[in-house]
């Protein structure tokens, strides 16, 4: 794609379904808006392409966390750091967005509420959590411009493999204060008792998906994209750790 071309919705939909993602399907998008060159209409083009592929029944979910460090979290308010596409579907009219006051997600789509439903009282990134739930349904991956440095669904497989670092910054003697700006209820305290670290998970999810034949590579404009099962990457993630864990 030369220096000056414009990359437009229907561009979009096409490099979409070529890399196989269908109508109804779910789907978890890590982005960059910047790495896809430049798109008519910006980030909310990128959104109106994936719903326009996804469908009614489809469903789209992005992160809009804060992170760790966060002090004060309101749903509605407080904006993504994860980028330019999180945010535009945070302020779509459809869109739902979980309490989880670090790692929140925002989903368009008819299972959102079921998908959300709880994420507070689950750990950041942890099993159960909304991510998780759309990947037990069978939900993909999408890392749009994005390595797997920014593929959240590995602290999930953490969790299941057993990681012990997810009680070494927060634990339940030593919990992190958050004050939670409630929809319903109003400003309240969350204590949290965990928080993921890293693992060395992320440095070899690459190798050891292609090594099982699970990615489908594909661009959109100028951005390389990587699609995945999220339940690949999670068995992927519990076979890299177990025996590290268990050593």
């Not at 330019?84 to 989880?100: G, K, Q, W």
């Not at 942890?126 to 993909?140: H, I, N, S, V």
């Not at 204590?191 to 440095?203: I, K, Y």
């Given at each position: ?35 896809i ?19 009614p ?42 309490l ?7 989903v ?66 030593n ?19 965990s ?34 099962k ?18």
């Amino acid at each position: 794609m030369s220096a000056k071309a414009v990359v437009g919705q229907g561009e979009i939909v096409a490099s979409l379904r070529q890399m196989g993602l269908r109508e109804g399907d779910g789907v978890m998008v890590h982005s960059s808006l910047s790495s896809i060159g430049h798109v008519e209409g910006g980030a909310a083009t990128v959104v109106e392409a994936f719903l326009a592929l996804l469908g009614p029944q489809g469903t789209l979910m992005v992160p809009t966390f804060t992170h760790s460090g966060t002090e004060y979290f309101d749903p509605l308010e407080s904006p993504s750091k994860n980028g330019a596409i999180t945010e535009a579907v945070r302020h779509h009219p459809t869109s739902r967005r979980s309490l989880h006051p670090t790692h929140a997600v925002t989903v368009i789509g008819p299972d959102a509420e079921e998908l959300i439903e709880d994420d507070l009282e689950r750990g950041a990134l942890g099993r159960d959590c909304a991510l998780d739930r759309l990947a037990q349904k069978g939900g993909w991956i999408l890392l749009l411009g994005v390595d797997h440095q920014a593929n959240s669904i590995i602290h999930i497989g953490e969790d299941y493999a057993g990681d012990p670092g997810r009680h070494t910054r927060f634990s339940p003697q030593n919990p992190k204060a958050v004050i939670l700006k409630h929809p319903e209820r109003g400003e309240m305290e969350v204590l949290l008792t965990s928080m993921m670290g890293s693992t060395v998970a992320f440095e070899k999810m690459e190798e050891e998906l292609r090594r099982r034949g699970q990615i489908v590579d594909g661009k959109i404009g100028a951005a390389r994209c990587a699609l995945m099962k999220g339940r690949d990457v999670l068995k992927a993630t519990e076979d890299i750790l177990r025996p590290i864990f268990a050593a």
